[in-house]
């Protein structure tokens, strides 16, 4: 086997092989050579509900194997890279959720971008994408910064957690319907811990959505019949099973073909984020 190439990380200087090795220093990483590995769904759906805590969840989340062709598509691009980050680690794992546990705001994406979070291993950080979103958040008051470009660079979220319904980096930005599903206890195991503070939930665009319905829905939230459609702007009332009343709340995905084409801007981000 030849020797990993090992790179520096932009913030801590630090060397790091790309994917990189669990418990080997990464900003945030939570998870070590000991952390149990998913392979397969039901591994998944075990270790999700069996995760004690959020630091443990989100260790299991961050070294999960179970979908074969997401798993060789994050480590190829980790591998590669794109030349402007020739000379980075790349993080090439799946990537947890972002933010205080008991947050009232939750905002659910769709999952790492190739070269964005499967780089620094956070959401939305190091894109286009999230210049947007962490711009939006600072003025909100959400983020102590609009910068979002490192693991380690400072940012803090108050109030607001990030989430991808599916973790890891899918090819043109699709995963398939398999890979949803796999992914899916993940993201019922973090909505599970939110459910009793959670006030709001944003969702950017369609598949952010319905993982977000099918996973209250799982965990016995009423949600209103006809299930409610995706929609710039649009709202629904969720009940959880203790009668709590919480706002789902649909907004474009910050992608860049959105914010570029001004089918999604400042203003209009600003007015939903505003609303939650
Ligand atoms: Fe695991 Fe989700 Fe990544 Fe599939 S997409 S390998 S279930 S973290």
């Known amino acids: ?12 200087g630090a060397p790091f092989a790309s994917p990189v090795e669990p418990g080997t220093g990464w900003p945030d990483d ?12 039901a591994q998944v759906g075990r270790l999700a509900q069996g995760a004690v805590g959020q630091d443990e969840l989100d260790a299991r989340i961050s070294v999960c194997r179970a979908c074969p062709r997401l798993v060789g598509w994050r480590e190829e691009v980790a ?18 959720a972002l933010g205080p546990p008991d947050a ?32 939006a958040l600072h003025r909100a008051g959400y983020a102590n910064q609009p910068e979002s470009w490192a693991a380690g660079d400072g940012l803090t ?14 090819p043109q930005n699709k995963p398939t319907t398999t890979e949803k599903r796999t992914c899916a206890p993940w993201l019922d195991a973090d909505l599970a811990r939110s459910a009793p503070v959670v006030r709001s939930i944003m969702c950017l665009g369609s598949i952010g959505w319905d993982a977000t319905i099918a996973g209250v829905r799982h965990a016995g939230w009423e949600v209103p019949r006809p299930k409610p459609r995706f929609g710039h702007g649009a709202r629904a009332v969720l009940r959880t099973p203790e009668g709590r009343e919480v706002a789902l709340v649909g907004c474009y995905h910050v992608s860049q073909q959105n914010t570029f084409t001004g089918k999604l801007t400042e203003a209009m981000l600003d007015e939903i984020i505003a609303s939650l």
């Open 1 to 12: 086997m030849p020797e990993p190439v090992l790179l520096p990380h932009p913030v801590t």
């Open 30 to 41: 939570l998870a070590s050579a000991d952390t149990p590995v998913a392979r397969t769904p």
């Open 157 to 170: 979220l108050e109030g607001v957690r990030i989430i991808a319904p599916v973790r890891c980096a899918p």
């Open 104 to 135: 009232p705001v939750v905002i659910v994406g769709l999952a790492p971008a190739a070269h964005g979070a499967n780089r620094t291993g956070r959401n939305f950080t190091g894109d286009r994408s999230g210049d947007w979103l962490y711009g």
């Open 79 to 96: 591998t590669t890279k794109r030349a402007a980050f020739a000379d980075q680690p790349y993080w090439g794992r799946p990537v947890p």
